[in-house]
């Protein structure tokens, strides 16, 4: 198998979509917007810095899964990318993609956030494989925890090998903005620092990794 992997939020996005979904939703008068802002953005600092519990920030994020049906949800999601998301989608994240597909190389998009948030993201990017924090769910309804092991940092690592299953992995290129995702860019044969924070952009220098612009 090549492999290609690719991170979502400021790699194929202009922006974060977890932080983005939170404003969303405060924007939308769906939440408190004092105690929602305050706390959204508490967690996006410490995301950035490396410090982020991810259980913790995603059981404040399905809070507000476990309030509404699946329906509901579906629809303001799809209100969410019309009004937020697709105007975010970097076109040179499209231009990736295809040159893998072109390739026949296998493609997963692979990211921190809930898979509620990010599915349907990858998949507006022609993303059908995905690997992502998931959102615990009981006969169909949502139950405001995590279901196995986060995928942030080092368990990018652990949720990819369970993806693989045993499979035999050739080449691979990893695509990534944040240092948080050092651990997935050294595992893979190609890294790729997309428009990278400070501290991947150091780590790239040293590693000699590809540094790629995105934004424009």
Not at 110 to 123: H, L, Q, W, Y
Not at 176 to 185: A, G, K, M, Q, V
Request: net charge negative.
């Amino acid at each position: 198998m090549k492999l290609a992997l690719f991170d979502l939020d400021h790699t194929l996005l202009n922006t974060d979509s977890d932080h983005s979904w939170g404003e969303f939703l405060v924007g939308e008068g769906l939440v408190d917007a004092v105690r929602h802002r305050h706390m959204n953005d508490q967690f996006y600092e410490d995301y950035k810095a490396g410090q982020l519990d991810p259980i913790a920030y995603n059981e404040f994020v399905f809070e507000f899964l476990t309030q509404h049906d699946n329906a509901y949800l579906s629809e303001l999601h799809d209100l969410f990318m019309q009004k937020v998301i697709r105007a975010q989608m970097r076109p040179k994240g499209f231009a990736a993609i295809q040159h893998h597909q072109e390739q026949g190389h296998a493609i997963v998009g692979i990211t921190a956030t809930s898979d509620f948030i990010t599915a349907p993201i990858f998949r507006a990017f022609g993303i059908t494989e995905i690997i992502a924090t998931n959102a615990e769910m009981v006969d169909g309804k949502y139950t405001g925890k995590v279901a196995g092991v986060p995928c942030y940092q080092t368990g990018k690592l652990t949720r990819l090998e369970q993806w693989l299953a045993g499979r035999q992995v050739d080449e691979s290129w990893a695509y990534s903005d944040s240092i948080n995702d050092r651990f997935l860019l050294e595992y893979a044969t190609h890294a790729i620092a997309v428009n990278p924070d400070d501290r991947l952009e150091k780590l790239a220098i040293e590693n000699h990794w590809k540094i790629e612009d995105w934004s424009i």
